[in-house]
Nanobody, 125 residues
């Protein structure tokens, strides 16, 4: 699976952004597609995930109520809608995909073998 992320940019605190991750390649029916982010000096951390078959969603506690994940099946694209952004949301956002991920492993960076190139989100205070 090849992934192309887009939509990052500069936004003021309290604003919104929508990131896109377009997938190409094999069927996504057995895949989980997730967003991770990496702030300067920090490790890459899980943000949200979506199981393509069935649409189950997984959220990091830090973004519940502010971020949502959705998909457009025909375009093989997942979206990350980010609302009420905070300066601590600043970082490079990566989409990732992997087949056969069990629920308890969705947030584990190491299980994903397919990564997009990352898109920078900067939230100013």
């Amino acid at each position: 699976v090849q992934l192309q992320a887009s939509g990052g940019g500069l936004v003021q605190a309290g604003g919104s952004l929508r990131l896109s991750c377009a997938a190409s390649g094999p069927s996504l029916s057995n895949y989980v597609l997730s967003w991770f982010r990496e702030a300067p000096g920090n490790e890459r951390e899980f943000v949200l995930g979506l199981r393509w078959s069935g649409g189950n969603k997984y959220y990091a506690d830090s973004v519940k109520g502010r971020f949502t994940i959705s998909r457009e099946i025909a375009k093989k694209t997942v979206y990350l809608q980010m609302n009420n952004l905070k300066p601590e949301d600043t970082g490079v956002y990566y989409c990732a995909a992997q087949s056969g991920v069990i629920q308890s492993s969705v947030s584990r960076r190491g299980v994903y073998g397919n990564w997009g190139q990352g898109t920078l989100v900067t939230v100013s205070s």
